[in-house]
């Protein structure tokens, strides 16, 4: 019996011991799980992935300028450089807007005779490390496209299916600082099973890669993406219309709980400023992507913004929300038919709050305190992001604005008393 006893101890010390250290794992995002391969640090008899937050990328969620969805496959080197002067000049980059990232079309349609992924010579002919030298040179980051295929989405172009290790050498020998890496053409195997290969590749390669999922939503990479990657896209391709752009929205907001510092939903690019929607539609685009912690790229033509695109792409107090340390993900709290109340908590015992709009004629919209978590009987100082004022009058159980067709009011909700 005592030697029973002992053992029984020890088993129960163990398994104490045991508890703990996973406990520690799971408490912070930032610890590396284990440093090679075969590290066997585990719990129901699975090896734990090493977290790509290892590459302390994406605390808040990127910000920057991405090719695609104004110039589609038609860029060369001469409209990167470009894009990195104007977000310089239009002082864009001094508020946070760093990446500057080629798409789709960038390289040859065929390796090197060593297998080495190569910058189409016609339209990249100084190569890309050229190019990543004069983005850093003005204080920028280059970002870079692939697949997770055999071929990128063009099909003008390898994928990176099979070259992984390879592929990834050769971008951060070039500078590269971040990945957007899609899904097109692939073997028909789970993206679960592809993507990480790309994250252990970037990894070894000891240069911060930021690591961009492009998987378009399919296997709900919310889910398993944290592990994985930076981001994830949580919908399909974004075009230049209410209707695209509030439908993930509303896509991508189903997934909030899974967004936090270092892993981020990704409703797709920004659309704001290429032309296919109102000035207050673009209001409301931007505010719901800086709400939902989405990342802020810019998807138009950087070099000839208008004074409407710059005043909402240059919004301070809207970018803060998006980048507030505490990186929490807002939410639809209450909507009655086109009427929406999205609230998420920030820094600082505050509150973001965007009542929405979506139907054909101005409303009033009220977010009320029990639906975003003040208590009943608070008093709450208003500011206004939009206007850029602080309201006089204070708020006591509900704060209701009138809001136009298609278009958004935007708070943060202090409590004072």
């Known amino acids: 019996m005592g030697n029973r006893v002992d053992h029984t101890l020890v088993r129960l010390l163990c398994l104490l011991i045991s508890s703990l250290m996973v406990t520690g794992v799971a408490s912070s995002r930032a610890t590396i799980l284990g440093t090679g391969a075969d590290d066997k640090l585990n719990h129901n008899n699975q090896p734990l992935r090493r ?3 290892a590459n302390s990328l994406a605390e808040t969620p990127a910000m920057g300028w991405n090719s695609w969805n104004h110039f589609w496959g038609n860029i060369n080197e001469d409209i990167i450089k470009a894009a990195a002067d104007a977000l310089v000049s239009s002082g864009l980059a001094k508020l946070g807007y760093i990446y500057v990232n080629i798409d789709d079309c960038w390289g040859e349609q065929d390796r090197d005779e060593k297998g ?7 339209t990249f002919p100084s190569g890309i490390k050229a190019l990543a030298d004069y983005v850093h040179g003005k204080g920028l980051k280059l970002g870079i496209y692939s697949s997770a295929g055999y071929y990128t989405c063009s099909k003008q172009m390898p994928g990176s299916l099979g070259y992984e290790d390879q592929d990834a050498k050769t971008f951060a020998s070039w500078g590269v600082d971040y990945l957007k890496y899609d899904n097109c053409y692939n073997d028909g195997s789970k993206p ?10 970037l990894m070894n390669t000891g240069r911060p890669i930021y690591y961009s999922l492009c998987e378009w939503g399919d296997m709900h990479p919310a889910l398993w993406g944290d592990k994985v990657g930076n981001s994830w896209r949580t919908t399909g391709d974004i075009e230049d219309t209410w209707d695209s752009m509030i439908s993930r929205a509303d896509e991508n907001e189903a997934f909030a709980k899974y967004a936090r510092p270092g892993g981020w939903n990704d409703p797709d690019m920004l659309e704001v400023g290429n032309g296919g929607m109102t000035k207050d539609e673009y209001i409301v685009h931007f505010s719901i992507w800086a709400i ?10 950087v070099r ?3 004074d409407d695109t710059l005043e909402i792409v240059g919004n301070k107090e809207v970018i803060a929300v998006n980048q507030d340390p505490l990186g929490i993900q807002a939410k639809k709290v209450r909507w009655e038919g086109d009427q929406e109340v999205w609230a998420g908590p920030l820094s600082g015992y505050r509150i973001a709050l965007l009542l929405v709009n979506r139907g054909p004629w101005r409303y009033a919209v009220t977010a009320k305190w029990e639906d975003i978590g003040i ?10 992001l939009w206007e850029h004022k602080t309201l006089t009058k204070q708020f006591v159980g509900n704060l209701s604005a009138m809001v136009g067709s298609h278009a958004c009011k935007m708070y943060i909700l202090k409590p004072i008393s």
């Open 116 to 122: 080495n992924l190569q910058a189409r010579n016609t």
């Open 304 to 306: 000839n913004m208008t």
């Open 292 to 301: 939902s912690k989405a990342p802020l790229l810019l998807g138009c033509d």
């Open 51 to 53: 977290n790509l937050l």
């Open 192 to 201: 679960m099973d592809r993507y990480p290969v790309m994250t252990r590749a």
């Open 375 to 384: 208590p009943p009987n608070s008093v709450v100082e208003a500011r206004d």
